[in-house]
């Protein structure tokens, strides 16, 4: 069974392409253009980090568990 970490890296590369294909999807279909989105990218990206980092198990980075 697969842990918090695990499962965070499994999806990574499916949700970002999915929060890719959405932002062309937009840029097609709504007035907002690609060169307005792409930062969503960086945020999703950012959001991935966190989530995993708050289910790593073991020390953190500070050596304080």
Known sequence: M???NELVR???GPI???TIGTL???DHFTPWGFQQTW???LI???L???VGRATRSG???GGVA
């Open 48 to 50: 991935l980090t966190l």
């Open 59 to 61: 020390p953190t980075a």
């Open 44 to 46: 999703v990206i950012g």
């Open 16 to 18: 970002i392409l999915i």
């Open 2 to 4: 697969m842990n918090g």
């Open 24 to 26: 062309f999807a937009l």
């Open 39 to 41: 930062p969503v990218i």
């Open 10 to 12: 499994a999806v990574r």
